[in-house]
């Protein structure tokens, strides 16, 4: 059994939060979700999930590998040039497009060991 790199953890906790549809969110890092006025989960952009699902408080989260390798994935510039918020929120963007960026991005983080 092979050990899991910080990079693809990251990675694959961020994919875990937008797993289901009503998990992902388009113009916003993340929104709150209510029932009867309680809140009661989240939803996440493609950098909100990366964001909440840093290991470092002291690294900012777009500084790290697992970024990189989601901005790979999804053919934009890395940071701060390229940006992962405005390709998220693309107007014609699906979530099954953001959870084929995670899983590529994820793929090369485990094919590195990072």
């Not at 510039?77 to 953001?98: I, K």
């Amino acid at each position: 059994m092979s050990k899991v790199g910080e990079a693809e953890y990251q990675l694959t906790v961020a994919r875990a939060l937008i797993s289901k549809p009503e998990n992902w969110c388009q113009g916003g890092f993340r929104k709150n979700l209510y029932k009867f006025g309680v809140v009661v989960g989240a939803a996440f952009c493609a950098g909100g999930a990366m964001r909440e699902s840093n290991l470092d408080p002291y690294v900012f989260y777009q500084h790290t590998p697992a970024y990189g390798f989601l901005h790979e994935a999804a053919g934009i510039a890395p940071a701060p040039d390229g940006s992962l918020s405005e390709w998220n929120d693309a107007p014609a963007r699906t979530h099954g497009e953001v959870l084929a960026v995670y899983d590529a991005a994820i793929a090369k983080a485990r094919e590195l060991g990072v």
